[in-house]
Structures are given as C-alpha cells and as structure tokens.
C-alpha cells in the first residue's frame, strides 16, 4: 500500500529547520530532545533536600524594604520575631535576587510563583521525595505508620503557628465528615491520624503504605488548613444556625458551600484564609486578582534575604487561550505557560527578540503526549474479542507513522515512542520504549489478516470475520497536548491499513459520563503520572485500578478490582497478574523490589500494549520575560511536577531597570 504523507508535511519540516538553527534555542534544548535533563543542569542542593540558616551560618536577615513601614507603625512584628529561629535557606539557581517589583500572570497561572507547598517537596527529576515544612518523615508499624516531624516557628501567614492541629483539623473535620467528603478517596480508606504533639503526629494505616510520602510530595498542601481560622465556619465549633444565617447574607446555598467558599482561596469572594504560600490574595474581581507577599513565609535565601523577592503579583483573567498567546507573544506577561500549546512554539520563538522575553521549551514527563486507548472491556463482546486480541493492539501501534507525527505536530522536538515512564525514571528501560513502536505497515496488515479482519468486499475497508461492518469511533475531548492533528493522523494511517475510524470530538463533560459508562469504542488523553513521584502510587495507564475520564481502556476490570469483585467484569489472568504486582510493589519497603515489580508491570505494557503511545516528552513553551530572573532554562512541564513546584519560583526575582 503506498505510504500516507500528510499535505503539511513540508511545513513541519520548515518549521521544525527554523527552530533548530534559531540562536535563542538553547544548546541545553537540543540536549532535551530525548527527554531526559541532566541533573548537573540544577543547583546540587536542589537533590538534597533544604539546608537551614544555621548550617551555613547565616545569622541576619533582611526583609523587602516594602514591609519596612509596617514594621516601622507596628503593623508587622520585626523579621527576625516572623522567621522561625532556624530558617530553611534555598539556593538560586543563578545568582541572589533583589527584592521588589510587581509580576504579571495570567489568571491559572497563578499557582506557577505562588506554589502551594506541603510537608514534603519532590526533586527537579520528581523521583526523591524531599523535606521542606516537615523537617523529617519516619515509618514504623511495618509501613503502616507515617511519623510527620514538623519545622519549629513556621506560621500563617496572619502570623498564627503552623502545627499538628492544622492536619488534624483537614483530616478529622474535612476529610472524615461525610457532609463534607461523602466518599473517602482510597488511599485514605479505614485511616487514622493521631497528634502527639504540636509539631508532630502520625497517619495509622490499616495494610503497609511505604509509597504515602510520594503523595506527600507532590500533593501535601492539600493535608491541612488553617485549624485556628477554620473552626469559625465549621458546625462542629460554631452554631450550625449562626453558619446557616452568614451563609445566607452570602447568598450562599448553605454552611458547607460557605465553608468551602472560604477554604477556597481561588473564589471571587476573598475571606482572606491564611495561607503558607509565598503570596497571599489582596483583592479579586472577575477580571484581576492581586497578590503581595506573604510578610510570614519562612524561607531565606544563602545571604538572609526573606523570599520571595517579588513583591507583588498582578493576574489578569484572559477567557480566549488565543489572546492569552498574543498577548504573551506582546511582552505582556513575565511568566506563562499552563494555557499554551506546542502549535504556539513558532509565533513564540518569532517575536522573542522583537518583544523582550524567551522561549524555553520544558519536556512534558508524559509516557505519550497523546495515549490511545481501545475499550478492552467493550459492552459489544464481538467487538470486545477483537479488541482483546494483542495482534489488534500491536498492529495499531504499528501502523503509525510515529516519525511524522513528530515532524508535523512537534516539529522534530518530541520522541517517538510506546507508552511508559520517562527516561529520568527508576523504572525505565529503552526497550519498554521501543516496543511495537516502529512504522511497520506491512506487518501491521499480516496480524490483521491473521484475525480474519480482511476487506471482503473490495472497498479498501476491512470488516469484522462475520463480515459485517467494522467501524470504530474514536471519541475524545482536546486541550493541553497536541491532540487535534494527531487525531487527524493517526486515522488517516488507519485508514491506509483498512481500518476506519472515526472521529468525534465532545466536551470533557460527556467524556467522563461515557468513559464511566464504560461504552466508548475508542478514547485518548494525555499519558501522564509517568515519573517516579507519581507511577508508582497511581500506574493508571499500567494497571486497572482506576475509573475516570482520562483512563477508559479497562474500566470494567477497574470496577472489578475497586469493588473487590462485587461490580464490572472480572479481569483474564495476565490482568489478575499485573493487579497482584502492583500490591506488591505499593506494600513493599524493599526499593530494589519494588522497582522488580515496577519493570513487570512495565514489561506486561510493552508486550500486550494496553495503551498505545505515540509521541513523548513533547516540548511545551515557557514565556519567561527579559526581567524575570533565576528561571531555570530546563524544566518539566506538567502535573507529575505540578509544572514549577520543584524549580524554586520563590527565588525567582524581576530585574529593576529603567530599561525592562
């Protein structure tokens, strides 16, 4: 059959000549197109977990002169009186800012300088899981007691301490009312947490939790809420008649939408909830959102300085992700990202120069920018057997043009590949990659034609081995990774194997409906969880263990294992095996274990591909503008890292020139 080329094939390639001989595009880029940064490309101390004033002999501080007055009037205690006793000190990875200046953003990128930090923090790679408000973790019980060591003298940011309350109050009061979390997330099921002190208490777990800390890591901002602040709104300290009447003046339904209006610190109506965020909210409206810093946070950097060193921060609402890249394509904003698209990368790299800002491209940690997914547990069992059958699988994976895809979608600076972890990865090995990756048309049509799928009637389609029609509808929602044109591809290679697929783009909110439903013949996402921080604790795309819109190939089988086989369908043995490892593996304290099972589940992908992957690691655009400073050139970009949590952005600091 003669090989699909698609019309805009040339363009890529011009595109993708003009990016590789652009100056701007850095030398450590082209190092990246692989995927994995090289850890020397970041500061050591970044691996090692955060050095404290006392460490390095720092015994002075300095504030931002912008709270000198408040300190003057007696608004603000002293710094030294606001600063825990023995600071946690971060290293820039370029040099010592200066305090001052406002930052723009754009509204959803607020969260990339104003990170919301747990007790743990995870390394630039996302594979070590790092102190930082805790000062130290410890197991026992066989892993099924987590000890949290809190730092001594970090406060809110009203200046109330920080401490074990704070976790118990979320757990006890949030998490464990139903009227408030009706269904407890899994790894929270039958827990128990228990204060021994105020800085320090431990999570009781019925069966071994040794991977806990890496959700810690990436998502332990979630574990606690101001407990002092919080109890106002919450029935079990206040009134439940007092909170139903304030609810009411709000124009509120009731307490618990009150309660988490004020808990959500993004709502249009600010009640000024403490934060532990290096920013705190000043004012919102529907069109702007301010932020100073917060005169509490409890960091420094290797000469005293208090962080962050930006003052302010400035988030505009921009509604049209087209407007936000022209106005970032303008100069108009000092950082963005979470709102573009690798399309966007030649309008960017265009007028970087003209505009005053860069261009960095940061891998997504995706196993595929865009995984494929046929529904192994399909309510149609004609069409179920045929997508049980490895030969189906592998022959789709086959007949993709992999190489053009990168070419058109990514011009040249994404990594074909199967469907697993990152390169940076404890798990990863070349060959889990590789697998049934490569453009092999011809064999693609052998193992269809072994199932008996052949064209009958002569119309270049093939039909099922009854004969009857065989059409397939790849159903998908688009956003944040190129999903669009690979859709348009990969179909058309379809198509030149005989097989028709067709394609239909819904909303998010029909895609959950029917993912859960378990009826769509063919789905997509974006393949991610796939770095250390987050594989191990949620391999969605590995192992059935999950139901939600952004997994769909084995949600029968999902709802088998989650019910303990009360629901869904009850999974082949080869399935039974990869749920048996990965009890293993989230149960084991034995490292070298762990990653054994890990590289089974792995292994079990490359051969039976229960996802199909196609391009990984894809370059994602970052606008840093001239002025902002100690940007790390080379990042990921994505959820695994929850994009700019492990770069430090509170040492990120706007350079004050009449020139900028």
Known sequence: MVTFRFPLKFLGYLIFIFLSSSDSLSESNKENIEGDIPNEVWPDQWFLGPQK???????????????????????????????????????????????????????????????????????????????????????????????????????????????SEDFLFWFNHVLMDKRLTPVVEPRFKDAKIEKHDDLSFSYHFPEPKPLFVNYLAHSGWRLSIPAHFMKKYHPSFTPLKQLEDEAEELGLQDWRTYFQAVNNTNDLMVFNRPEKTAYIVVSRTSTRTRLKRNPYYPKVDPTGNQLPYIDFIEVQRVDSAEIMTAKASTGQVDFAGRQFKTSDIPLFKKFEETNGYQTYLWPRPYGSDVALMVNLTHPDTTIRKIFQDV?????????????????????????????????????????????????APETAIELLNQMGLLDIDGDGIREKPDGSPFDITLEYSIGETPKQITVDLVTAHWREVGLRVNSRQISGALKSIRSRAGVMDMSLWHADRNADILFPIEPFWYVPMHIGQEVTHWTEWSRWYRSDGSRGLEPPKNVKKLIGWWEILRRTEDSEERIKYGKKILQSQADNIWAIGIIGLGPHPVIVRDRLKNVPRNGYWGWDSRWS????????????????
């Not at 990170?115 to 630039?124: A, F, H, N, S």
């Not at 043009?401 to 199967?418: K, L, S």
């Not at 949590?645 to 900028?660: A, M």
């Open 53 to 163: 004033a006392s460490d390095v002999g720092l015994t002075t501080f300095k504030q931002s002169p912008i709270l000198d007055p408040l300190v003057e009037n007696g608004e603000l205690p002293p710094l030294r009186k606001r600063l825990p006793e023995d600071p946690i000190v971060v290293v820039p990875i370029d040099q010592i800012g200066q305090h001052g200046g406002t930052a723009s953003l754009f509204q959803a990128g607020e969260q990339l300088l104003n990170v919301p930090e747990g007790p743990l923090r995870p390394d630039p790679q996302m594979r070590l899981n790092l102190p930082n408000f805790a000062e130290r973790v410890a197991y026992s019980n066989n892993s099924r007691t987590l000890t949290v060591y809190l730092r001594k003298g970090h406060r809110w940011s009203d200046g109330h301490p920080a401490t």
């Open 391 to 439: 030969r189906f699988r592998r022959a789709l994976s086959l007949s993709i043009n992999r190489e053009e895809i990168n070419d058109i979608a990514y011009y040249g600076h994404g990594v074909p590949r199967q469907l697993t972890v990152v390169p940076s990865s404890r798990f990863f090995e070349p060959r889990f990659a590789k697998a049934f990756s490569e453009f």
């Open 645 to 660: 949590w492990p770069y430090y952005p509170e040492t990120w600091y706007l350079e004050q020139s009449e020139n900028l």
